[in-house]
């Protein structure tokens, strides 16, 4: 069972920047779709980024443009370098498979307000 480790999360303003990456256990990691999810309070977890074994990604619209969602294999580890962050980018942040699988990590809280 691959178990995630999401860090890199904090309080930033609008327009700021933050890079978050997710550090995976397991020998298989690189097979895997990896992707991130959000969650914002009262609302449903939603996929931001998704990003196949072979390193294409896909966005959900409303980042597309501003997110970036990377993987380094040799290090189990995948990022998303966020960009132009609005208000309502505030969630908490999870990576996991795609689909999920397994247990989700504990996120990271990204927080966007002047």
């Known amino acids: 069972q691959v178990q995630l480790v999401e860090s890199g999360g904090g309080l930033v303003q609008p327009g700021g920047s933050l890079r978050l990456s997710c550090a995976a256990s397991g020998s298989k990691f690189s097979i895997y779709t990896m992707a991130w999810y959000r969650q914002a309070p009262g609302k449903q977890r939603e996929l931001v980024a998704k990003i196949t074994s072979l390193g294409s990604p896909n966005y959900t619209d409303s980042v597309k443009g501003r997110f970036t969602i990377s993987r380094d294999n040799a290090k189990n580890t995948v990022y998303l370098q966020m960009r132009s962050l609005k208000a309502e980018d505030t969630a908490v942040y999870y990576c996991?498979?795609?689909?999920?699988?397994?247990?989700w990590g504990q996120g990271t809280q990204v927080t966007v307000s002047s």
């Open positions: 996991n498979l795609h689909p999920p699988a397994g247990v």
